[in-house]
């Protein structure tokens, strides 16, 4: 919504940084396997089942 995109614009306002938001866990792995690197720090943020974005962001980088 549009709260969530202030933070992500703030944040790279101040930071100098880019972030964004993605709106599904179902989408977080599709939305970040290009952009992860060996040694990257994968980091989410939220409530609910956010933690299931990390197990399978993990799981999948795991087997290539």
């Keep these: 919504g549009g709260r969530d995109d ?3 614009q ?3 306002k101040h930071e100098g940084r880019d972030c964004g938001i ?3 866990v179902d989408d ?3 939305c970040v396997k290009n952009e992860l ?3 990257d720090v994968f980091i989410t ?3 609910g089942d956010i933690y299931k974005a990390g197990r ?3 799981k999948e ?3 290539r």
């Design 37 to 39: 690197k060996e040694g």
């Design 6 to 8: 202030h933070l992500a």
């Design 56 to 58: 399978r962001v993990a």
């Design 45 to 47: 943020l939220g409530a």
């Design 22 to 24: 993605i709106p599904s």
């Design 61 to 63: 980088l795991s087997s």
């Design 10 to 12: 703030c944040h790279k």
């Design 28 to 30: 977080v792995y599709e």
